[in-house]
Structure formats: structure tokens, C-alpha cells
T-cell receptor, first 110, second 112 residues
Framework: SQQGEEDPQALSIQEGENATMNCSYK?????LQWYRQNSGRGLVHLIL?????REKHSGRLRVTLDTSKKSSSLLITASRAADTASYFC??????????FGTGTSLTVIP | DADVTQTPRNRITKTGKRIMLECSQT?????MYWYRQDPGLGLRLIYY???????NKGEISDGYSVSRQAQAKFSLSLESAIPNQTALYFC???????????FGPGTRLTVL
């Protein structure tokens, strides 16, 4: 499979703590995206980082990309109960194929 | 006034039945996608369309067919449903390939 893989599969933290999840992928990419999915609902786009970028911020989100290690991380700072969701990375590879990873399930305990 | 809508939202059917899932969008995007989601497997691409005349197979197209009736409408059909097609199905749109995708709310399909 060409899918990205998120790590950890599940993460449970206290409200106010930071949450970090990682995505590894197998082939060279044009860009990598992160999405959030609340239980049983459609995915919502969070951030897109291109292969020539190393870091990107959006509000409490910070995404890094290390193309040499074929990995990305998503950091959510000062987590809130409303951040409880599954988080997926998605990659567009240089062969113009697009794949989602298997997701990290984040639980933020109030 | 959702931008991407899917009908039905839930469907229970029997093995061998023909099923059609419909997707409509008001975003004006040319690119439309159908995915299925199974627990622990993430989303997998079934079919995608760049415009009404351009339809392409995705990672797991066997057992499925699609129709792009208009820029705004993209339907997914299961000609003869089988139990392992039980899943959550999502439609999505984007301006261009590789860009941010906008998802519908999903259709939960159960094949008995």
C-alpha cells in the first residue's frame, strides 16, 4: 500500500496539554495535507504543506515536514475537548496519486 | 446549505441488490471523488472525475461504477452489493488535483 501511516493510532491527553501525531509515507510527494474527522462525519481540511516547505502554522496547529525522512508531524497546542477527533494525513505523490493514512484517534479529557 | 451533499445518509440493503449513492455540490469544482472508509483502514479512493468527460479508477474500483451527470453531480453505483461493501462512503470535491478537498457528510451503507 502507498498509504501514509499515522502514529500513534490512539492518543489520550488532558485538556490544555499539547498533542503530537506523526505521519510517515513511502514515496516522494508534491504536498501533504492534514484532515480532522469528528466521529462518523465528513473530513475537514486543516492544513496543506508543500514539499518545499518545512513548517506551517494555522492557529493552534503546527505542521512540520521532513522530506528526507518522509515524515510529517501535526502539533495541536493547548488542546481542548472539542479537539477530540480522528486526524488523517493525506499525500499527493509525485506520480499524481493521492492517498489517505489510517488516522490517529485523539481524545482530549476535560 | 451544505456545499457537498450526499443521499441517502443511511442505507441498509441485501446482497445482490443494486444501489446508487448520489453526491451534489454547489462549490463549482470540477474535481469530484468517491471514497470508502473502513475501520482501521482510513479512506480509500474508489473513483475520481476531473470533469464530466473524464472519469478515472482509484485504488479500489472493482464492484463499483460511477456516473458524472453534470459538473455538480457524481453518482456511485454498486451493481450487485455484497457484504464486504458495508462501509462509510464519502464524496469530496476540489478545485484541482492535490488541493484541499471538501467532503460531504457521508453515507453509511450496510449490506446484509
Amino acid at each position: 500500500s502507498q498509504q501514509g501511516e499515522e502514529d500513534p493510532q490512539a492518543l489520550s491527553i488532558q485538556e490544555g496539554e499539547n498533542a503530537t501525531m506523526n505521519c510517515s509515507y513511502k514515496t516522494s510527494i508534491n504536498n501533504l495535507q492534514w484532515y480532522r474527522q469528528n466521529s462518523g462525519r465528513g473530513l475537514v481540511h486543516l492544513i496543506l504543506i508543500r514539499s518545499n516547505e518545512r513548517e506551517k502554522h494555522s492557529g493552534r496547529l503546527r505542521v512540520t515536514l521532513d522530506t528526507s525522512k518522509k515524515s510529517s508531524s501535526l502539533l495541536i497546542t493547548a488542546s481542548r475537548a472539542a479537539d477530540t477527533a480522528s486526524y488523517f494525513c493525506a499525500t499527493e505523490n509525485t506520480g499524481n496519486q493521492f492517498y489517505f493514512g489510517t488516522g490517529t484517534s485523539l481524545t482530549v479529557i476535560p | 446549505d451544505a456545499d457537498v451533499t450526499q443521499t441517502p445518509r443511511n442505507r441498509i440493503t441485501k446482497t445482490g441488490k443494486r444501489i446508487m449513492l448520489e453526491c451534489s455540490q454547489t462549490k463549482g469544482h470540477d474535481r469530484m471523488y468517491w471514497y470508502r472508509q473502513d475501520p482501521g483502514l482510513g479512506l480509500r479512493l474508489i473513483y475520481y472525475s476531473f470533469d464530466v468527460k473524464d472519469i478515472n479508477k482509484g485504488e479500489i474500483s472493482d464492484g463499483y461504477s460511477v456516473s458524472r451527470q453534470a459538473q455538480a453531480k457524481f453518482s456511485l453505483s454498486l451493481e450487485s452489493a455484497i457484504p464486504n461493501q458495508t462501509a462509510l462512503y464519502f464524496c469530496a470535491t476540489s478545485i484541482a488535483w492535490g488541493d484541499e478537498q471538501f467532503f460531504g457528510p457521508g453515507t453509511r451503507l450496510t449490506v446484509l
